[in-house]
């Protein structure tokens, strides 16, 4: 055997050895990958990536909408406009001062907080728990009768008519030389003879022989001045209804509480 030969043959054997350990190397790799665990994906949630291990991304809340609770039958809810009084209301609903004063607990009924929600029961029923009344405050419609912003009491004339007295507004409140309260009949002609409008500090204007007509206004200004059809003087030396809160109180002959106004 000559060297050629001999080169050849180890060659040969070089190339048998190096095929033989790639197969079994090969082999050995896909039987490792066979048994090796998958990796476990890392999804994300709200932008955060959840941490190694997790199997799965945790539940998102559902959001879930509660369905309002149902008005009690025959109960209404009413939003308190500047001026309102709960006769006022109790003649708008045609139900008894007494059921609405026991239906909201009111213990002082000569006054009401301008978007206050009353709760206006069934003519001559009373709301049974305290959990009904919150109920029906919650779920229930304001409900406006009438569109006016002020209080009003019917009043019934000898003519047989009808006069709706408010007070309809105070304006240019704090300035002593315009400061003056509107007072608005909506209804019939009224003679204003005895009426008084007081701050419930002891400070009252009484009304002269004034006769307001059907849909007229007459100002009381706070200010002293001369008296006409239109425009009523106090005589007061400094502003009355500056102050924010201030109530007005509207009062018949008889002082009787016909409406109220607080200055917003």
Do not use: C
């Not at 059809?229 to 102050?243: E, K, N, P």
């Amino acid at each position: 055997m000559n060297w050629r030969r001999i080169a050849i043959f180890l060659g040969l054997n070089v190339l048998v050895s190096a095929a033989t350990t790639l197969i079994v190397l090969n082999t050995w790799d896909a039987g490792r990958a066979a048994s090796r665990p998958m990796p476990t994906l890392m999804p994300t949630v709200a932008g955060a990536v959840l941490p190694p291990g997790t199997a799965s991304p945790p539940t998102a809340p559902t959001a879930t909408t509660a369905a309002p609770p149902t008005e009690t039958p025959g109960q209404r809810a009413y939003v308190v406009q500047p001026g309102d009084t709960l006769s006022s209301i109790a003649r708008s609903f045609n139900v008894a001062v007494e059921d609405i004063q026991a239906a909201n607990n009111l213990v002082n009924t000569d006054l009401l907080s301008i978007g206050q929600t009353l709760i206006i029961p069934a003519s001559g029923s009373i709301p049974a728990t305290a959990a009904a009344l919150a109920a029906a405050t919650s779920t229930a419609t304001p409900v406006r009768p009438r569109p006016v912003s002020t209080a009003t009491l019917t009043v019934t004339l000898t003519s047989g008519g009808e006069a709706f007295v408010t007070i309809k507004e105070i304006i240019n409140t704090g300035n002593l030389a315009d400061e003056a309260v509107v007072i608005a009949n909506l209804g019939d002609r009224v003679n204003l003879a005895g009426w008084s409008i007081a701050d419930g500090e002891g400070n009252k204007f009484t009304f002269p022989d004034l006769t307001l007509l059907a849909n007229a206004e007459v100002k009381v200004h706070t200010t002293s001045g001369a008296n006409t059809a239109t425009d009523l003087y106090w005589g007061q030396t400094v502003a009355r209804w500056g102050a924010r809160g201030t109530v007005a109180y509207l009062r018949d002959p008889q002082s009787k509480l016909i409406g109220t106004y607080r200055v917003p």
